[in-house]
C-alpha cells in the first residue's frame, strides 16, 4: 500500500434527488427525512457511509486489504474471528462470543497477559484488512465484551447529516398494483392501492473531514485509500439506483487540502467559503442549474481547494 496520509483535509460535496426519497424514516412511514423546524431535508451520515462502502465492496471485490467490515448478511462476530484466525486466537475470540460480560472479560485479560500487544496485533489486523475500520473505525463487539483496547477504533474520516439547501416539499403518492398480497384478497377484488413518497427535487450537502492525524496514530489510511474515498463519493449513487431514490447523483466535490497534519484553519472557515444559493429569476428549483455554487478564492494560509465533479 501507499504512505499513510499527511495532511488533513475537509470537504463538502453536493448531491441531488429528482423524483426519489434520498432518505426515508422508518418511523414515520419511510417520509423524507425532514427538519420539522425548518423544513429542510436530511440524509444521515449513516445513508452515506453505506453508499461509500457498497462502491469500495464494488470496485474492490475480493482484493486483499479492501474487506468491508459492516455488511448486510454477515455478523459483526463472523468478521471478528478473521482476526481470531490470522492471529492463531480463533478458540479464545470464539469463547469470547458465547460468555457473559464478566466471564469474557476474564478471557480478555488471559489473552493480554500472555500477549501484552494483543490489542494492538487485533486493531493492526482488522485496520489493515477493512477499508471501512480504516477509514470510518468501528465499534468491534467481540473484543469490547473481553475488554481488550481495540475493541473501538475512531477512523480518521467522518461525516455529517446532510442537509437539503432549501426546504423540500415531498408529494405522497398513490400507486396501484396487480400483485396481491393474499389468496383471499385476490378473490374480492383484482387490484391493491399503495402509496410511496418523493422529493420533487432537492440539493443536499454534506460536509466532512479526514484527519491524517488519526490516520497515522490509529488506522493507517493512507494515500491511496483517500483517493478512492473521493472516487466512491463522487460515484456512490452510481451503483445504487433503484424505484425508490429515484435519479440521485453527486454533483461536486470539493476539497480543502491543508499543508500540514493537524490543519491550518477552522473546517468551520473553510465551510463558510462554499456558498449555494437559487440563480436570480429561478422561483421553483428543479435541477442543478437553478443554482449557483460559489468557492472563495481567499483561503487561509496553508490551505488549497481541489474540486473534482
Known sequence: MSEVIKNRYDFVALFDVENGNPNGDPDSDNMPRTDPDSGY???????????????????????????????NGVTL?????????????????????SLGKKEAKKVGSALKKSDPDIDVKIRDYMCANYYDIRAFGAVMTTFVKGALNCGQVRGPVQLGFAHSVEPINYQEITITRVAITTESDAENKPTEMGHKYIVPYGLYRVEGFVSANLARKTTGFTEDDLEL??????????????????????RKLIIFKHDS???CAPSYKLFDEVKVSRKDGVEIARSYSDYNVEISEDLPAGVHCIVKE
Do not use: P
Open 77 to 97: 462476530n463472523r468478521r471478528d474471528l478473521t482476526a481470531g484466525d490470522a492471529l492463531g486466537i480463533r478458540s479464545e475470540l470464539e469463547q469470547l462470543q
Open 229 to 250: 474515498l473521493w472516487d466512491a463519493i463522487l460515484n456512490m449513487f452510481e451503483n445504487d439506483h433503484s424505484a425508490a431514490r429515484g435519479k440521485m447523483a453527486v
Open 261 to 263: 497534519e493537524l490543519g
Open 41 to 71: 431535508g436530511l440524509v444521515t451520515d449513516v445513508c452515506l457511509k453505506r453508499k461509500i462502502r457498497n462502491y469500495v465492496e464494488t470496485v474492490k471485490e475480493g482484493e486483499e486489504g479492501y474487506g468491508i467490515y459492516i455488511r
